[in-house]
T-cell receptor, first 113, second 113 residues
Framework: NAGVTQTPKFRVLKTGQSMTLLCAQDMNHEYMYWYRQDPGMGLRLIHYSVGEGTTAKGEVPDGYNVSRLKKQNFLLGLESAAPSQTSVYFC????????????FGSGTRLTVV | SQQGEEDPQALSIQEGENATMNCSYKTSINNLQWYRQNSGRGLVHLILIRSNEREKHSGRLRVTLDTSKKSSSLLITASRAADTASYFCATADAETGRRALTFGSGTRLQVQP
């Protein structure tokens, strides 16, 4: 099925460990986004990309890095995980800037202990 | 940062009743979008209304937009138990040039069978 696929779906990290979350889309979308969602809150933008080879910071970029080496993939890295990064991470993609609805992945639930 | 705020935070109704959720935002927008999120899942795009539109329909959904009051409402008619979910508004900011949507904190809708 066409869409956005996130891996892994669940992960538990120890403080200080690093990891990479992978987002893949097969809709040939130019724009990709990483958001985090905390309990009872909306989504906050971490980083986004407007095309292959580009990245930009969102509202809450500290502690995260991203890469978009291929158009279909958008990677989110945590260099040194902290308990404050415990959250559900959502990847989304869209054909253009903001004129279309986003297609979201099913999320990665990350716990940092 | 500019953010949509939904009202009410939670809403419980009986099946067959109408559900109305409101969203307020702070700055000029290009469009406003509504999303649904079922528990433990990613967000699903429902409807997009452009800044020059006042009302839009899609099936049992009716969205209104009042740019002078910087507010929008989502009406779900003849609600069903399957409509139980969280609903988020998201805005495409026309002032900052940010190329990503800003999401509100959501309304949790419970439809009692």
């Amino acid at each position: 099925n066409a869409g956005v696929t996130q891996t892994p779906k669940f992960r538990v990290l120890k403080t200080g460990q690093s990891m990479t979350l992978l987002c893949a889309q097969d809709m040939n979308h130019e724009y990709m986004y990483w958001y985090r969602q905390d309990p009872g809150m909306g989504l906050r933008l971490i980083h986004y990309s407007v095309g292959e080879g580009t990245t930009a910071k969102g509202e809450v970029p500290d502690g995260y890095n991203v890469s978009r080496l291929k158009k279909q993939n958008f990677l989110l890295g945590l260099e040194s995980a902290a308990p404050s990064q415990t959250s559900v991470y959502f990847c989304a993609s869209s054909p253009s800037r903001t004129s279309y609805g986003y297609t979201f992945g099913s999320g990665t639930r990350l716990t940092v202990v | 940062s500019q953010q949509g705020e939904e009202d009410p935070q939670a809403l419980s109704i009986q099946e067959g009743e109408n559900a109305t959720m409101n969203c307020s935002y702070k700055t000029s927008i290009n469009n406003l979008q509504w999303y649904r999120q079922n528990s433990g899942r990613g967000l699903v795009h429902l409807i997009l209304i452009r800044s020059n539109e006042r009302e839009k329909h899609s099936g049992r959904l009716r969205v209104t937009l009042d740019t002078s009051k910087k507010s929008s409402s989502l009406l779900i008619t003849a609600s069903r138990a399957a409509d139980t979910a969280s609903y988020f508004c998201a805005t495409a900011d026309a002032e900052t040039g940010r190329r990503a949507l800003t999401f509100g904190s959501g309304t949790r809708l419970q439809v009692q069978p």
